[in-house]
């Protein structure tokens, strides 16, 4: 059987450009204007803020994390939950919905031949959090604008694919 | 009739939030789980009357929790809808197989949850509490009340224009409209036009002939799109073609119609797939009376859903006081399988719960009705009817409905 086409850079790029919009649109209501993309993220980088991660095992193997400031991060929960959201409420639901952008990302790769599973989302804060993922060949990110909010939302990935 | 329970097993309390938020202004008892181990003692104590269930969780992961909720005698036949992240084939298949009657793609809108479940449960507002602000794709009181009499809009998307030609024809009689595409390629962008202009088709016929596994690629793209994720899809194929029918029903098409295609069957088997009450076809009111009439092109599938549908539609009827039947035989001259079945079935629940009865028809064999009856219920397809009839002595049949209803 042949092996499957590999999925590219570019590819994890526009995937999370699908669906990171559609996440913040569906759950959130605000809309989440893609910037360019990066194609070769640095690793190891620093992000800050409330930060989601859930790693990604199987024929990928990798993380991909969310990025948000303190602001950004409790103006989504607000929006989301219609009331104060405390940190706990901040970060569940950072860890949600990294929960859904990874988990639609992983549905594309696995319908392209690359099962993997997911782990349990975790949400870190800090100032300095530095990120890396051992062997990746893919190291993408994106900036998205979010509606009403002067600070963007940071997703990054990092992904090793099976030969 | 008391609230229906829904237990929500969820790690997030985003998520128990938004679906405990949707649920507010109906008449529910909510109840909730953080993982599945959670979630099968809540189940087993609450006994809920259905079950939202995410897939990645701490403890014990929701495909693990449906697995033990499948093999306890006590739970099994509680409906579980899965909430997942994970819509890609392989996922959807896998939980397809074990047992789940749903599933719902994140992220979902609190609409699209109420919709849902309102397929499974009946949801009434809180009759101290404000209606509901009407939410697009929600409206679980108008899902309810959708009939077969409703101008429904079905989209055929087969290669051949004869298929939708002779669909369109069949659906007519119900006064269903049909759209047709060529393939998949031509039905996105028809389908994005009626999703803008809120005009979302209530039902999508496909022909499962596409090369590329097409029409299993169509059903992923129809269900990606939160304003079709309920609407249910149906595949064509020729009747050999099992292996395609097969993989098909595992994607999740709702049914297969084989070609050459059962015309008299089509639009009962589309509406069984939409969940159609078809009673409105049937049933309507006659002064003091309720009246059905039976036709004689009455389907198979036709029958047996009318069958069913009667048994509440009947009890309906007294519970809102009425307590006459007249069963309108008139053009009914040949007592095939689906009817016997039928006027069987609707005189036995009207002598169940004490209705009274009277047969109009213009077949002077309609006396016989009894012995017809009897003799045919020794038939495999009828033997678990019971016999409505003592015995085969001639029954009273009245010439027109007015003769009938005089006759009670």
């Known amino acids: 059987m042949p092996s499957p086409e590999k999925p590219s850079s570019s590819l994890f790029i526009q995937t999370i450009n699908r669906y990171v919009p559609e996440v913040m649109q569906t759950m959130v209501g605000l809309s989440a204007t893609p910037g360019v993309g990066i194609e070769n993220y640095p690793q190891p980088s620093k992000l800050k803020g409330v930060t989601g991660s859930i790693g990604l095992s199987g024929k990928v193997n990798g993380v991909v994390y969310t990025a948000y400031s303190e602001g950004l991060s409790k103006h989504v929960a607000e929006k989301i939950l219609g009331g104060a959201a405390g940190e706990q409420d901040v970060s569940d639901v950072v860890a949600e919905l990294t929960n859904m952008i990874t988990g639609n990302l992983k549905s594309t790769l696995c319908d392209m031949g690359f099962n993997c599973t997911l782990s349990i989302p975790s949400v870190m804060r800090g100032e300095e959090i530095s990120v890396s993922a051992k062997n990746a060949t893919i190291c993408v990110g994106n900036d998205y604008a979010i509606e009403g909010s002067p600070d963007s939302l940071r997703v990054v990935v990092f992904a090793a694919l099976d030969n | 009739m008391s609230a229906p329970k829904i237990l929500s097993v969820d790690d997030s309390r ?22 599945g181990a959670e979630g099968l003692e809540v189940a087993a104590r609450e006994k809920p009357d259905v079950i939202l269930l995410d897939v990645t969780m701490p403890v014990m992961d929701g495909v693990e929790c449906l697995g033990k909720l499948k093999a306890d005698p006590a739970l099994k036949d509680i409906p579980v809808i899965m909430l997942t ?50 939410v697009k794709a929600a409206a679980p009181a108008a899902k309810k009340a959708r009939t077969a009499n409703d101008a429904l809009k079905i989209l055929v998307v087969d290669e051949h224009p004869a298929i939708a030609e002779s669909i369109a024809k069949a659906v007519s009689k119900r006064g269903w409209k049909v759209v047709s595409c060529p393939g998949p390629a031509e039905a996105q962008p028809h389908i994005a036009t009626t999703v803008a202009a809120d005009e979302t088709p209530d039902a999508i016929l496909v022909s499962l002939a596409f090369p590329g596994k097409g029409a299993l690629k169509f059903y992923q793209s129809v269900r990606m799109n939160p304003a079709l994720k309920s609407v249910p899809l149906l595949g064509l194929s020729v009747k050999t073609a099992t292996f395609d029918q097969n993989e098909a029903k595992e994607t999740g098409y709702v049914a297969i119609l084989t070609k050459p295609l059962e015309l008299g069957e089509l639009p009962d088997r589309v509406a069984r797939a939409m969940d159609l009450d078809i009673t409105p076809i049937f049933y309507s009111s006659e002064g003091d009376c309720q009246v059905v009439t039976i036709p004689q092109d009455l389907s198979e ?8 549908q009667s048994r509440k539609k009947i009890a309906d009827f007294v519970n809102a006081g009425f307590a006459k039947l007249i069963i309108d035989l008139n053009g009914v001259s040949k007592f095939e399988i689906p009817i016997i079945r039928t006027v069987a079935s609707i005189i036995h629940e009207c002598n169940t719960l004490g209705i009274e009865w009277r047969v109009v028809g213009d077949d002077p064999d309609l006396s016989n009705l009894p012995t017809i009856i009897s003799t045919n219920l020794k038939v495999a397809a009828l033997k678990e009817l019971p016999n409505p009839f003592p015995n085969t002595a001639p029954l009273e049949v009245h010439a027109n409905r007015a003769a009938a209803a005089a006759a009670f």
């Open chain 2, 85 to 134: 992240a994970e819509a890609g084939k392989e996922n959807v298949l896998k939980i397809a197989k074990m047992g789940v009657r749903d599933y719902i793609v994140k992220p979902f809108t609190e609409a699209n949850v109420i919709d849902r479940v309102s397929r499974l449960v009946t949801l009434n507002p809180k009759s101290a509490a404000p209606a509901p602000a009407p």
């Open chain 2, 14 to 35: 985003m998520i128990h939030t938004l679906i405990n938020k949707g649920f507010a202004p109906y008449d529910v008892q909510m109840v909730f789980a953080n993982n």
């Open chain 2, 301 to 308: 599938t036709g029958s047996v859903d009318l069958t069913r």
